[in-house]
């Protein structure tokens, strides 16, 4: 939070508000699903699983699509998150 405003203050804006929310990132359908979409949403993640040597790469995905299924509730996953979100306003 205090480096966001410090940046946001940095630029020249004023009255700088940030604040934190806890948020659940849903990914609709089985943790199976979650782990393709979110692996394919991520380049660098995806070169990081590329680069695993083949016999601990599917130990790796079984036990992230394990770590997603706790936050399954038999429709979604719902991955705890928190975001920062900021107002400020311009110098008069």
Do not use: C, M
């Amino acid at each position: 939070e205090n480096k966001l405003a410090s940046v946001i203050t940095a630029a020249g804006f004023e009255d700088v508000r940030v604040t934190k929310h806890k948020i659940n990132w849903a990914w609709p359908g089985p943790p199976e699903q979650a782990w393709q979409g979110g692996s394919e949403l991520a380049a660098p993640f995806k070169r990081i699983i590329a680069a695993t040597p083949p016999d601990k790469r599917e130990l790796a995905i079984h036990e992230a699509v394990e770590n997603y299924r706790r936050f399954y509730d038999g429709q979604s996953v719902n991955i705890p998150a928190t975001i920062n979100s900021a107002t400020a306003a311009t110098p008069a």
